[in-house]
């Protein structure tokens, strides 16, 4: 794989929101926990639209996107990036898998896998229906990655010590679905590896992502960045805050009391004083962040 946008940094994180609606304050605590993790290691804090799912994507949302958090004072490094301009990335990378041998096509329906499958975190564990050969019947197909024998083991930075068996808990996992579209695995671990990310600090719903793409990594022969997962907010029926409860829109008119709530949240209430105007709760912030204090447990926010 040769696809680098821009040469390494000694430390260069990201926030890759998807513009499936306005950010809430789940997507606040991502983009600060790893704004200041970026900028407290004196590193650069680049920015990726994940518009790789058409059906998902809301007109002008990236645009949006980009002005909450241009009015909540951040500032990011590098081009922004947009995974609906990756496909031939993407393409290269599926046609590198192909030819090693690590893909095959599978023509199983979701309601094939639900009836044969078991049951386990992340949802029905692919029981390796097609890894023989596929029905030559059938012409919508997916493309699954194999995992047999496959187990992965790393150290969130957070979290501590974690461990998957993919083949027992998740399956042979599709890198392109049936109607085309390269999935979420595959196009982060490219874009990761292109845009040279070393740090990747993300929230706790996603730790159970970061098995089987470091494994995808190794697949394709590149980097695996260093992991921390951001403890996850959620409303008082304990569901994570996201657009499917209906988290609402962050109100840029409320940028400071906002921001000061997930600093909170993240172990680092701010005082009172710190809380005079945006550039002063940012001063605050970067000189007073430091990644021990965060808790690691899923937590609903503090009032503001």
């Known amino acids: 794989m040769n696809d680098v946008l821009a040469p390494p940094a000694t430390y260069r994180g990201r926030f890759a929101p ?17 704004y200041l993790q970026a900028r407290r290691a004196g ?36 081009p922004v990036l947009y995974q609906s301009r990756r496909g031939e990335a993407y393409e290269a ?22 009836e044969r499958a078991r049951i386990g975190a992340a949802g029905p564990i692919y029981p ?9 019947s059938r012409r919508q197909q997916s493309w699954r990655l194999r995992t047999a024998g496959a187990r992965i083991a790393f150290l969130d930075e957070l979290q501590g010590p974690v461990a998957m068996d993919l083949e027992a808990e998740l399956g042979d996992f599709v890198v392109r679905r049936a109607d085309g579209v390269f999935a979420y695995h595959l196009a982060l671990v490219v874009d990761d590896a292109a845009s040279g990310i070393t740090h990747v600090v993300r929230g706790r719903d996603l730790l159970a992502c970061t098995a089987p793409q470091i494994y995808l990594q190794r697949q394709l022969g590149l980097p695996q960045p260093r992991y921390l997962h951001l403890p996850i907010a959620v409303n008082t029926l304990g569901q994570k805050l996201s657009k499917q409860t209906h988290a609402p829109a962050l109100d840029a008119a409320r940028a400071v009391p906002l921001l000061a709530r997930a600093l909170a949240f993240l172990g680092h209430p701010p005082p009172a004083e710190a809380q005079d105007s945006l550039a002063a709760l940012w001063r605050w912030a970067r000189a ?17």
């Open 43 to 78: 590193g650069e804090w680049w920015l990726r639209i994940e518009d790789l799912d058409p059906p998902r994507v809301v007109p002008g949302a990236a645009d949006a996107i980009l002005r909450t958090l241009e009015a909540f004072g951040f500032e990011w490094d590098g």
């Open 128 to 136: 390796g229906t097609c890894r023989g050969g596929h029905d030559p």
């Open 18 to 34: 998807t513009p499936s609606g306005p950010l809430h304050f789940g997507s606040l605590i991502a983009a600060v926990g790893s």
């Open 288 to 304: 007073n962040w430091d990644p021990a204090r965060i808790p690691a447990a899923v937590a609903a926010p503090p009032l503001d």
């Open 93 to 114: 990378a599926l046609t590198a898998l192909r030819r090693a041998g690590a893909i095959y096509p599978c023509t199983c329906s979701r309601r094939e896998i639900a």
